[in-house]
């Protein structure tokens, strides 16, 4: 199986902050990566698909880049509603669609 | 407006059944793969198992192969979960999800509210 690996685990950062968040493949995926926002207590809210595709309606200060095994989503300027938990997803193996753990963004 | 709801969780004592269902609308359901993923409590995104749109291809997490099984009715516009041999470790949010294709892989642009399942004595 694919195992897919965030970092950091958890992150605290200020309204107005550039943010980054990291993903790797233990292999090769291309650009078969997705990003996901998950709010406590709600559904998963897709942000990104294939690495760098912004989702309709989806803030443009998010944006997705990578291929191969390393992918990063940033946050160009953090808003209020941005604090929440971010998972990246690989869809390259069709028979398990990995999520990586998690990055909570936290209010610093 | 695409809309999916789950429904069927509850308390189950360990080694019983249960079966989730998920009602959709919105959408032309059976041109559409389908989702389910989980979420213990303070846990994770975990995937669970999907289905493709005819219901004639499945796939599933090693860590419910052979204890459940996804599938749908086109006709009713729902996708079922039928979990089987439950463990505490199964306990979760269990949500469904439409798959959407891309040149360059899948996605899953909807989700339902997700219901709970417990698993205790």
């Known amino acids: 199986d694919i195992q897919m690996t965030q970092s950091p685990s958890s992150l605290s950062a200020s309204v107005g902050d550039r943010v980054t968040i990291t993903c790797r493949a233990s292999q090769s995926i291309s650009s078969y990566l997705n990003w996901y926002q998950q709010k406590p207590g709600k559904a998963p809210k897709l942000l990104i698909y294939?690495?760098?595709s912004l989702q309709s309606g989806v803030p443009s200060r998010f944006s997705g880049s990578g291929s191969g095994t390393d992918f990063t989503l940033t946050i160009s300027s953090l808003q209020p509603e941005d604090f929440a938990t971010y998972y990246c997803q690989q869809s390259y193996s069709t028979l398990s669609y990995t999520f990586g753990q998690g990055t909570k963004l936290e209010i610093k | 407006e695409v809309q999916l709801v789950e429904s069927g969780g509850g308390l189950v004592q360990p080694g019983g059944s249960l079966r989730l269902s998920c009602a959709a609308s919105g959408f032309t359901f059976s041109s559409y793969w389908m989702h389910w993923v989980r979420q213990a409590p303070g846990k994770g995104l975990v995937w669970v198992s999907r289905i493709n749109s005819d219901g004639s291809s499945t796939s599933y997490a090693d860590s419910v192969k052979g204890r459940f099984t996804i599938s749908r009715d086109n006709a009713k516009n729902t996708l079922y979960l039928q979990m089987n041999s439950l463990r505490a470790e199964d306990t979760a949010v269990y949500y469904c999800?439409?798959?959407?294709?891309?040149?360059?892989?899948?996605?899953?642009?909807?989700w339902g509210q997700g219901t709970l399942v417990t698993v205790s004595s």
């Open positions: 999800a439409r798959d959407r294709p891309h040149s360059s892989g899948w996605y899953q642009d909807y």
């Open positions: 294939a690495a760098s």
